[in-house]
């Protein structure tokens, strides 16, 4: 018996659609053909000024398109920038979790961490974290929290509640999920823990890239302190 969690991971700030919509490429298309409408007319309204001139020199048309090419590669890049720096993570599902309340279920949510390199030891495999589990050391970012689902081994979290953004961690850091059982009375309870290195994040996110940005499917199984 092992208990697991299911996350999904996007590059920039993920929207978690699993189907790209329709409306997307249809709004993509009319603004390439506004594009192409308002070059038509900038073009006629050159030659109308005789800013065509004779001889070898490129015309209105040739220079507009060559801006467009130049426009269109540099947002290319900046895509590519955003991709690697930010990214988007949703917490899916977990199963087979720990027993932690006294009539044998449990009130699980999750946090989900960006951890930079000074606060993870690969060499053990371990994140070290402070006294108090919920906080990471040396700069963590806690990204996000779950909602809490009462009386429950193998919970499901809600799209709009598992949904979160952030920055890619530097070299030699990881994103770090946590689970816990929610107690009303005293200090929660630790249920595992799974952590995705810097190198599987990236090859996730390239892999959405890749894929139309789509969400890209991870599990772990969860492992104690």
Known sequence: KEATLRIKLQADDGTFDDDLEEEEHQGQDEEQEEEETRAGVEDAELRDRGGVKAGGTRDGRALRTEEHEHEHE???????????????????????????????????????????????????????????????????????????????????????????????????????????????????????????????????LRSSADDEGRAQMLSYALRAK
């Open 74 to 204: 540099d947002g290319q890049d900046d895509d590519a920038t955003e991709a690697k720096e930010r990214f988007g993570v949703r917490v899916v599902s977990a199963s087979k979790l720990a027993k932690a309340d006294r009539f044998g279920l449990s009130d699980p949510y999750a946090t989900v961490h960006v951890v930079p390199a000074s606060a993870c030891d690969w060499t053990t495999g371990a994140v070290t974290t402070s006294g108090n589990k919920k906080h990471v050391d040396d700069g963590g970012t806690l990204i996000g929290k779950t909602n809490v689902v009462h009386k429950c081994l193998d919970p499901k979290w809600a799209k709009e509640k598992s949904c979160f953004t952030g920055e890619v961690p530097d070299e030699g850091g990881c994103l770090l999920v946590q689970l816990w059982d929610h107690d009303m009375f005293g200090s929660d309870d630790f249920l595992g823990e799974a952590v995705v290195t810097g190198p599987e994040l990236l090859q996730a």
